[in-house]
């Protein structure tokens, strides 16, 4: 019988509700896969940021596993009216991480949400952004 290694999204990364408070310059938010958090002072949050966190399961055991990240789909898409999307201009994700001796491991994704800089309109809506982790062992 053979297992197949697995992967799920147990949350997903969230930038959280933020103001644009200055759009004059680009502004950022960041959020690091350590939970690190940090913004630009054109922006100021309501809800804090999460990082996103994937679990690891059937994978060999004691493995080290290498992870990269990129952004498939840079800019944003929003579900109502607004001028301005967001870029997801980076992602963080550690480099390497060994499974357990169960085959299980689980790690975290940040990344860095920039605004447009040229003092379009952000409307106030859900914004999504694709983005891709390679699994590597």
Excluded: H, K, W
Excluded at 48 to 75: C, G, H, K, M, W
Aim: proline share 4%; net charge negative.
């Amino acid at each position: 019988m053979s297992t197949y290694a697995d992967v799920t999204e147990s949350s997903s990364l969230d930038f959280g509700t933020v103001v644009v408070a200055s759009n004059s310059s680009a502004q950022s938010l960041s959020v690091g896969y350590n939970g690190n958090v940090s913004y630009s002072s054109g922006i100021f949050p309501i809800t804090e940021p999460t990082r996103a966190e994937f679990i690891l399961t059937d994978y060999p055991n004691n493995q080290r596993v290498f992870l990269s990240s990129s952004v498939t789909t840079p800019n944003s898409s929003s579900t109502g009216y607004t001028v301005e999307q967001f870029t997801l201009t980076d992602l963080s994700v550690p480099a390497v991480i060994t499974t357990d001796s169960s085959g299980g491991a689980s790690f975290y994704v940040g990344g860095t949400l920039t605004t447009s800089g040229n003092s379009g309109y952000y409307g106030d809506t859900n914004y999504s952004i694709t983005y891709r982790i390679s699994i590597n062992y």
